[in-house]
């Protein structure tokens, strides 16, 4: 039996669907806080909340393979995940494959800590684990296009940094078939077959929507508070400007194509999400 915790998330959906397709939805059960935001999806859905241990338990009882997918509580992420960890090995689960960040063990962005410690909780739990260390999303940076557009420009603290990012679907793909076929052990550095600038980004964007759209590259204290200045608050923005500026030391470039040798197929270049989204 397979399960996906935080299988109600953007990640966990697609996973899901990518299991389902390769072992059959009987043999896959989604875990979620909130099941009922999983109805319709064919496949048997238990209650597991990361911050009520007595709940998880009961929801890994009969899980073979477990996709541990990091919590999106930044700050309290450790305590979650070590209770998932704890909870399955009590249940010997045989195999945890978990949500990482790329190059977790020497990343200098600022989230890369609590996926390090999680890491270090998974060596020390004696379960057998696989690291799906994720670069970012292609959808990280199309998801507000239209004020960019609007204004011609996009803001941020990457400087010529190298971003190799894929999408959601690409790193659900893998996540899949590493919970399918990994051995334990593994450490996996997932990222794009293709890699861009946010210069390169903004002229991607400028050529597809017919319109000026330029790249303006600020400090990071600057770009926090430009974050702060549309209404986001104070920590994420923080966070946010932090990650920015950490990948203009091209902390979220990989050149290794383990993606898409995972996948089998190249991963989606930035340019094909750019354009659904425009659509």
Known sequence: MYAVAGASGQLGRLVLAELVAKVGAGNVVALARDPAKLEGSGVAVRVADYDKPETLAPALSGVERLLLISGNAVGA??????AVIDAAKAARVGL???????????????????????????RASGVPFVLL??????????????????HGAILGAAGQGRIASATRADYAAAAAQALIGAKGGEVYELAGDTAFTMAE??????RQAGKPVAYVDMSKADYAAALEGVGLPGFLAQMLANSSFESSKDQLFDDS??????????????????????A
């Open 77 to 82: 992420r450790v305590p979650q995940h070590a």
């Open 96 to 122: 945890i494959a978990y949500t990482s960040i790329l190059h977790a063990d020497t990343s200098t962005i600022g989230l890369a800590q609590e996926h390090r410690e999680t890491e270090a909780l998974l």
């Open 133 to 150: 260390r994720n670069g970012w999303y292609n959808e990280n940076y199309t998801g507000a296009l239209a004020p960019a557009i609007a």
């Open 201 to 206: 980004f903004a002229a991607e964007v400028a």
């Open 257 to 278: 194509r383990t993606l898409s040798a995972l996948i089998g197929r190249p991963t989606t270049p930035i340019a094909q999400t750019i354009a659904a989204a425009l």
